[in-house]
């Protein structure tokens, strides 16, 4: 009897121990997830009747060059990761155009903006006519300030296309646009610093760092873009 007892108790014990690790496991893989959250791959144009979706090289009105492609391709790579959403060559083809215009400030020094500089000392000396030359400052960390707006139209003619893509589109209301948005985004890029090299190849490799400013702020407005689809449809 007394051993029945023990028994009894210890498996009690047993089943509050496994109760406990249950709760514990629950609360490990929670917390691990925390900040992320599910997200559906489904088609999220479908409730407007688009299967099908084409996407013309967005338009630059901003004061930088080269940025266009960049923006149309990252938008493009997160759209072809809806199931049944088909990418068309031709508007004409096409349940719905998506139509991207990436905007900045009209001027260049506004919209890639000096955060951080360094003081260079002056080893030159004097100038040409006998003045001593001033130390000067230099940028050593630049942000870059963009913004891409996107429309979503259904069945657009080629003329409202190019009227979306002016400065005349940016409040049109029209009953075939489903998704009319601004984000805007800012990345911070490092310069290289000075160094006993050329001025031509130290230009060069912060050309090179700003191309990758500028990927990255494709990336962040994509990555936007993806989320507001999401929660809106």
Known sequence: MERSVICLYLLNEVKKLMIKLSLILVLLVATSCAG?????????FSQYG???????????????????SVFTK???????GFKNLKLSQGYN???AVLIGIVTSSKKLREAVRTKSSN???????????????EDFQIPSRNSIDLALRIIVIKHPSESEIKFLQSSLGQNVKNSKIIFNEVISATEDYTLKELEPESIQVLGSQNMGVQREAKKALA???SRSFKDMI???F
């Open 36 to 44: 992320y959250r599910m997200q559906s791959r489904t088609n999220p």
């Open 119 to 133: 003081r260079v000392v002056n080893i030159f000396g004097e100038d040409a006519i006998g003045d001593k030359r």
């Open 230 to 232: 999401l929660y809106a």
């Open 74 to 80: 990252e938008v493009t790579k997160v759209l072809s």
């Open 50 to 68: 688009i299967r099908s979706i084409h996407i013309p090289m967005f338009y630059n009105q901003s004061s930088l060059a080269n940025v266009g």
């Open 219 to 221: 990336v962040k407005v």
């Open 93 to 95: 083809n096409s349940d």
